[in-house]
């Protein structure tokens, strides 16, 4: 599209232009983190649509606090932070994150007998993790799947979710232990 | 059923780290990001503010000026474009009042004071005439400076009558946003946008206002006898989780 910037332009670059009054270059940003952004809402809602209506609502958002955001950090803490306040927000409005849940890929078809029993284990552990992991509450599912679903670092973690560093670690220990005392139980 | 063998942390780790999502695709959104960005705002509700904000300059604090929106005596009035004076967050200091320490405060007010646990005591203390106290807690880990201020957070303590009746409301206008919110299961708002003002009605009936300095998301809500008031950039779950842990001052 003529007048469009460039999809390779730094973030700085695009900041600039949208703060001068250049949307298209919000747009780009919108392009380069929507992806992230629609992760770390689903991982709080559970939900792809409501999931998208956050990271919408958010980049408007984030579009109108633009000149608040200071330049010489890193804009996708800053933006996830945003989606991810935006998605809580429509978590509690909505309250039918009860009833949705994080779902695991089902297995890829076996090439034998032998590797189709070792499969089916592997599945059955898969899911019940899975349900482990849709049991916990909402802040310790979130930690988890920020940390191993979207591989951030907790660093980051801490900025999207406005706590200390410590609180991330805390709420990664807590969680894993609760996990691990739901698989020691098995399944009820 | 027989209890299984306790995972250890790499395996758990392992299997964690090996569970493969079922992400749905992500939709672009830029377009419809683009689209809203280009409605026209609404018009009428800012000019009104801005003519209500100007009155308020005039006629001083004990206008009886009051918005369609509060929490207890506290009513919100938005200033829409009016922005917020430069260096504000420099100059927020000397709208908060006479600066004493938090225990001399204590002795000028009629009501309990109460500081976030975690945070302890504050870095600076303020009481206005008005019977408001204001507490700055420097920036720091967990409290990030507000608008390239060395502020972390400003609370404000009011003291006023309360009204049940305008709570709960989830209003959107224009670019601020309230957002009904819950503080230890006290109601409240979270405010996010435009610098607005609050209309409050003192204990001896008179009404005043304080208006928004920092360009920051603030948290508005009810106490006992008492409206709290925090701007922060902390993000809307940390100040609400400071907001939940208040304690009387020792």
Do not use: C
């Not at chain 1, 929507?34 to 609502?57: K, P």
């Amino acid at each position: 599209v003529e007048g469009r910037p460039p999809d390779d332009v730094s973030d700085d670059v695009l900041i600039r232009s949208a703060l001068a009054g250049d949307d298209e270059a919000f747009a780009v940003i919108v392009r380069r983190y929507e992806d992230i952004a629609f992760r770390t809402a689903f991982v709080v809602l559970r939900d792809g649509d409501a999931a998208a209506d956050a990271v919408q609502e958010g980049m408007v958002r984030a579009h109108r606090a633009l000149s608040r955001f200071r330049r010489e950090a890193p804009l996708k803490p800053w933006l996830l932070r945003i989606i991810a306040n935006r998605a809580r927000s429509l978590a509690r409005q909505t309250q039918r994150h009860e009833e949705l849940a994080l779902a695991a890929y089902e297995a890829h078809p076996p090439a034998s007998p032998q590797s189709a029993e070792d499969q089916l284990t592997a599945a059955e552990e898969q899911q019940e993790l899975m349900d482990a992991v849709n049991e916990l509450s909402e802040r310790d599912r979130v930690a988890i799947g920020l940390y191993y679903f979207l591989e951030l670092p907790e660093r980051e973690i801490a900025e999207i979710l406005s706590v200390r560093l410590g609180t991330v670690k805390s709420r990664l220990h807590r969680a894993r232990g609760h996990l691990r005392d739901r698989l020691e139980r098995g399944s009820t | 059923m027989p209890r299984r063998d306790r995972l250890s942390d790499a395996e758990l780790d392992r299997r964690l780290r090996a569970l493969d999502v079922e992400f749905p695709k992500a939709p672009h959104l830029d377009q419809a990001v683009l689209a809203n960005l280009r409605q026209p705002k609404p018009r009428f509700p800012w000019r009104v503010a801005i003519v209500l904000a100007l009155l308020a300059a005039l006629v001083a604090s004990t206008s009886v000026i009051a918005g369609a929106f509060g929490i207890g005596p506290v009513r919100i009035l938005f200033e829409g474009s009016m922005a917020t004076p430069n260096g504000v967050a420099r100059s927020i200091r000397s709208t908060l009042g006479q600066r004493v320490d938090i225990h001399t405060a204590q002795s000028m007010v009629g009501f309990p004071l109460e500081i976030p646990r975690s945070l302890g005591m504050p870095d600076e203390t303020y009481v206005l005439p008005t019977g408001i106290v204001s507490f700055i807690y420097h920036a720091r880990d967990g409290l990030p400076a507000i608008d390239n201020s060395d502020i972390g957070l400003l609370m404000m303590t009011i003291a006023g009558d309360t009204d049940p009746g305008l709570i709960g409301k989830i209003i959107h206008e224009g670019q601020t946003t309230l957002e009904a919110v819950s503080v230890g299961g006290l109601p409240g708002y979270w405010i996010t946008g435009e610098p607005h003002v609050l209309w409050y009605r003192m204990p001896d009936g008179r009404e005043s206002q304080v208006q928004s300095r920092l360009v920051t998301d603030s948290l508005l809500w009810q106490g006992v006898g008492v409206v709290y008031r925090m701007e922060s950039a902390a993000g809307e779950q940390h100040t609400i989780e400071l907001a939940s842990e208040l304690d009387r001052v020792p």
